[in-house]
């Protein structure tokens, strides 16, 4: 029992951080020059292929 209360008090204002402080960290952190061999690309296309086959019409109607 007395584990479970000092884990308990243990854990009083973890993870707490004030707004204005967190707003300055992140302004910080944007800031911040990318280290040599950083790119900034975008992400690969993804291939969306579903895996069916579908041949094309050639313009003729079905029916």
Do not use: C, F, N, Y
Not at 3 to 22: L, N, Y
Not at 26 to 55: C, N
Request: net charge positive; charged share 30%.
């Amino acid at each position: 029992m007395a584990m479970v209360w000092v884990s308990w008090m243990g854990r009083d204002g973890r993870g707490e951080v004030d707004r204005d402080v967190a707003v300055e960290r992140l302004g910080k952190a944007l800031g911040k020059e990318m280290p040599a061999g950083t790119r900034r690309t975008a992400a690969p296309a993804r291939d969306r292929s579903t895996g069916i086959a579908v041949r094309p019409s050639h313009g003729q109607s079905a029916g």
